[in-house]
């Protein structure tokens, strides 16, 4: 996670995710959580194939999150999640999309 210019940016590599469906992003308070999770098989006369996993991991920054201020973009096997921090005190939890990306870490034109 780094910081630039009071906006918050968070990376996670998740290869072979659709992020419509398999990722989640949330944010409670001061904490972003990601959540992961991904089942593909394959099969044939021959063989079956599975693959599997999952992924969560939830980050506290140092102060509350402006929700009207939470990106998160999915793009080459790579989560990015931008967010700015409220002036004051507020706590609500919220669930943010998670839009397919350029590559960048930046949100597709539509």
Do not use: C, W
Request: net charge negative.
């Amino acid at each position: 996670m780094s910081n630039h210019d009071g906006e918050y940016v968070l990376r996670a590599q998740l290869p072979g995710m659709e992020p419509e469906s398999d990722i989640r992003v949330t944010v409670d308070d001061n904490l972003i959580t990601v959540h992961a999770d991904h089942a593909e098989s394959q099969e044939d006369k021959e063989h079956s194939e599975f693959r599997y996993g999952s992924f969560r991991r939830t980050v506290r920054l140092p102060g509350t999150i402006r929700p009207d201020k939470v990106n998160a973009v999915y793009a080459d096997g790579v989560l990015t999640v931008r967010a700015a921090l409220l002036d004051r005190a507020e706590s609500s939890e919220y669930s943010v999309p998670v839009k397919r990306g350029n590559g960048r870490g930046e949100e597709e034109p539509t």
